[in-house]
């Protein structure tokens, strides 16, 4: 959690950043349980202190043998005993009700970071690529899909209800494709690929900062005190927690899992095809630096390079945007979105995320390393997405569709599809 100390000296820019992030927090509640919180702490330590020499007294009274002394003093020690009892009580409490306010608190967005109130107010960085021009009718990735009778959402909607699918044939060897591209990319770049939990305990979202803001996204297992995790983030960072971790250089991870998200506040969005699902994989980027806001920075434009070079591969037109304040997560210090044209949709469609946290997770996590001179400091954490399926399958198969309804495969996907350089159209399914 941010320090609350900290928290103190910059409480209206906290308040400030509240609002833009549309947080709930009762700041003044937070301080006014922190005051109460340090007075007890004094109270309580004054009032060991003075039990402490008063014991000490007794002592020296019965060596004296002075009964009416000692026992005196002894019923002075009882009623302090009593007072720290209650005054134990109420710092529990006080403690208590500040860690749950603090866990609310959010990190303070960069200066770069544009004020607004939601995703309509994200400032455009770059935008790279041709949007493709059709002489036909283009069709939409649940038609291609079906099509080439690799993708069944009506059965998959009857075994997992909506926002379920399969993907089967051409269309999951596509989506283990995308995914083995990504890894080969990372790997290549020197992160370390892992295959990582995704039942997760509920301390590992609330060190990362997925809890409590975003509990009503995660779906948990009723009877485990566990939860699925929505994205491999969770459990990469969970890895480190309270370690000293050696810092030479920072430590780059790649994550592959599946990911599950309730999608709560989406009824009636995106309702067709596969851009809106329960059920996804996801192969994530995380990386953990030194505790330096200009090292940190150059790691976030990095990691959106990354991803940005994987997209360049599979030939899709993307841009770059800002990500506004009020679009932004609690943990969130600096965003930036990737969207990528989407022809079924006439607009793009975020297909990344890359975030800079700063120490935000680490604080959270106690992940720490040691500095130049020795001392222990938290370190900054970031995270990015280097491909998201299925949802990576929208352009994929609607920018390079081909009038008879073939499909083209770029060439860095072809050696994970058995050298095809497209898909053709099963007999009779035109």
């Known amino acids: 959690m941010l320090d609350m100390n900290w928290i103190r000296e910059n409480a209206e820019l906290v308040r400030k950043t509240a609002e833009w992030k549309r947080i709930e927090l009762p700041l003044d509640d937070l301080l006014e349980w922190d005051n109460k919180r340090r007075a007890l702490r004094q109270t309580t330590e004054a009032q060991r202190a003075l039990r402490n020499e008063l014991t000490k007294d007794v002592e020296r009274l019965i060596k004296q043998k002075d009964t009416a002394g000692s026992e005196n003093l002894k019923e002075q020690v009882r009623e302090i005993n009593n007072s720290l009892t209650g005054l134990d009580a109420e710092l529990i409490e006080a403690d208590r009700n500040c860690r749950e306010l603090l866990l609310k608190v959010p990190n303070p967005v960069s200066d770069d970071t544009p004020i ?8 455009m960085i770059r935008q790279v690529g041709v949007l493709p021009e059709f002489t036909y009718t283009p069709r939409d990735h ?37 995914q083995r591209l990504a890894l080969d990319v990372l790997a290549e770049r020197g992160f370390t690929v892992m295959d990582v939990p995704v039942i997760v305990r509920p301390e590992a979202l609330e060190r990362t900062g997925f809890f409590p803001t975003g509990v009503e996204q995660t779906y948990e297992l009723n009877g485990e005190n566990r939860w699925l995790a929505g994205t491999s983030e969770v459990s990469l960072v969970s890895l480190y927690s309270d370690e000293i971790i050696e810092m030479d250089s920072p430590l780059r991870l790649a994550g592959m899992s599946a990911c599950f998200r309730r999608e709560v506040g989406s009824a009636g969005r995106d309702v067709r095809g596969l851009y809106r699902v329960h059920q996804f994989s996801k192969i994530e980027q995380v990386v953990m630096c030194e505790n330096d806001a200009a090292t940190s920075e150059n790691i976030l434009q990095e990691i959106t390079a990354n991803a940005e070079y994987i997209l360049e591969l599979l030939e899709l037109p993307y841009r770059v945007m800002a990500v506004c304040t009020g679009d932004m997560s609690q943990k969130t210090h600096k965003q930036y979105d990737i969207e990528t044209w989407m022809p079924s949709r006439d607009a793009y469609g975020e297909t990344h995320s890359a975030s800079n946290l700063l120490d935000f997770q680490a604080r959270r996590s106690n992940i720490r390393y040691r500095g130049p001179d020795g001392r222990l400091q938290y370190c900054h954490t970031l995270n990015n997405t280097a491909v998201a399926t299925p949802r990576i399958l929208i352009p994929l198969l609607e920018n390079h569709q081909l009038e008879d309804g073939s499909i083209y495969i770029p060439p860095a996907l072809r050696k994970y599809m058995d050298g095809k350089d497209r898909l053709e159209l099963p007999k009779g399914r035109l």
């Open 142 to 178: 649940v038609e291609l899909g079906e099509l080439h009778d690799m993708i069944d959402i009506p059965r998959g909607v009857k075994a997992g209800g909506p926002r379920s699918y399969v993907l089967k044939g051409a269309g999951l060897y596509l989506h283990l494709a995308v």
């Open 116 to 123: 607004g109130r939601d995703d309509s107010q994200n400032v």
